[in-house]
Nanobody, 123 residues
Framework: VQVEESGGGSVQAGGSLRLSCTAS????????MGWFRQAPGKERQGLAV???????AYADSVKDRFTISQDNTNRTLYLQMNSLKPEDTAMYYC??????????????????WGQGTQVAVSS
């Protein structure tokens, strides 16, 4: 499975961005997917994940501000990020993993990763 994300950029605090992720490969339609981020000096963090049956889970830090969604017609995963804060500044990654029944936010449970897209939020 190949994963590629896009849509990062720079925005002022309170602004919005939407990240996109496409997964391709023979099993790309039967995988759990999610969004993660890693800031300098910090561990990679699970933000929002989705199973193939549509179950989602969010990190407390982004709940009510970020929304994960998927367009099955073009196999694209989205992360809508609203009310962005300077502490949201990080490299954002999309990843794919096994077809979990319940959503998993642990990055170690995902095997296929994109190259990342930078998000910078200024105050």
């Amino acid at each position: 499975v190949q994963v590629e994300e896009s849509g990062g950029g720079s925005v002022q605090a309170g602004g919005s961005l939407r990240l996109s992720c496409t997964a391709s490969g023979s099993t790309s339609s039967a995988v759990s997917m999610g969004w993660f981020r890693q800031a300098p000096g910090k561990e990679r963090q699970g933000l929002a994940v989705m199973t193939t049956n549509g179950r989602t889970a969010y990190a407390d830090s982004v709940k009510d501000r970020f929304t994960i969604s998927q367009d099955n017609t073009n196999r694209t995963l989205y992360l809508q990020m609203n009310s962005l804060k300077p502490e949201d500044t990080a490299m954002y990654y999309c990843a794919a993993g096994p077809n979990y029944i319940f959503p998993q936010t642990d990055p170690q449970k995902y095997y296929y990763w994109g190259q990342g897209t930078q998000v910078a939020v200024s105050s």
